[in-house]
């Protein structure tokens, strides 16, 4: 009996911490603005920081989260470059749209975004799924990107610890198979905040088109999409990823031709973009490389 209190105190506590995380991850980032652009088929929300006379940088979020979940890396990144954080198709406030899914599509969504600001080329960091937008964009639109950084990320589906991520909605057949009577506290928190944000039916429409799509959901690049990839690429590492494995991560560094890496010992798959333990060595890594030139 002791132990079934024990773990009924232990659930009650993830679940208000839940509700806590929630409630401060959709709040609006402070000396942000928020806009919108009309696209062939979807409506795109972007949010904008910092001095427009810097370069400007796309910053782009992982699956299941928005842009505001990064606001503390978002602002340090604003104090050297003009930040363009964009919510992905079916994420925070942009609609799902009614293409069929590819990264082709997504990487299509951000130059529309930066087209209709008046952007011609701009410098990109991505978190998880995001960082594997970019590597889109530089097969896709090399012409646009001067630079990218990979935070945590992946070129394959092969990368993914579906053994050690502790999370039961990414599955070796794709997202989830059943949206009843699952037990994420990861997916808890993102349901929990998309509500907040007043797009509760619209991100449940997302989980269920992620769901059919299948393995379609996760990235499968080859080695020699890699190596076509001429853009000079930032690779950041978590040594302690629970949701990529880490020796993926740094495969990835490898095969592009033009890449930098970088790995940060003990960080997480997201404590590396969330915990100020590692935001300032993160950023200074990130201006180091955006600031350099490439043999």
Not at 146 to 165: E, M, Q
Request: contains cysteine; glycine residues 8%.
């Amino acid at each position: 009996m002791k132990n079934f209190y024990l773990m009924l105190l232990t659930s009650s506590l993830a679940i208000n911490c839940a509700g806590y995380i929630a409630s401060e991850i959709s709040k609006p980032i402070k000396d942000s603005e928020m806009h919108k652009v009309e696209s062939k088929d979807i409506t795109q929300y972007y949010h904008t920081l910092g001095n427009k006379n810097n370069p400007p940088l796309v910053f782009i979020h992982g699956i299941l989260a928005f842009t505001e979940v990064y606001r503390d890396l978002l602002k340090e990144l604003a104090e050297e470059y003009y930040v363009i954080g964009i919510d992905l198709r079916g994420h925070g406030r942009t609609t799902i749209g009614e293409q069929p899914f590819s990264y082709r599509l997504i990487a299509e969504d951000i130059i529309n975004v930066t087209d209709e600001i008046g952007i011609e080329q701009f410098y990109a960091v991505g978190h998880s799924a995001g960082g594997f937008v970019v590597l889109s964009i530089g097969k896709y639109f090399p012409e646009k990107l001067v630079k990218g950084v990979s935070i945590a990320s992946l070129y394959h589906h092969d990368g993914i610890d579906f053994k050690r991520n502790g999370h039961d909605y990414l599955t070796y057949t794709g997202f989830m198979d059943n949206l009843n009577g699952r037990n994420s506290l990861t997916l808890d928190l993102f349901d929990r905040a998309h509500k907040k944000l007043g797009e509760e039916e619209k991100f449940n429409h997302t989980k269920n088109l992620m769901m059919e799509i299948g393995k379609v959901l996760y990235p499968s690049f080859t080695s020699s999409d890699l190596t076509s990839i001429e853009n000079p690429m930032l690779v950041i590492v978590a040594g302690n990823d629970n949701r990529i494995k880490p020796s993926h991560t740094m495969q990835m560094s490898e095969y592009l031709p033009h890449s930098e890496l970088v790995i940060i010992p003990d960080a997480t798959h997201f404590n590396i973009v969330r915990s100020k333990k590692y935001l300032g060595t993160v950023t200074e890594h990130i201006f180091q490389f955006l600031n350099i030139t490439l043999d």
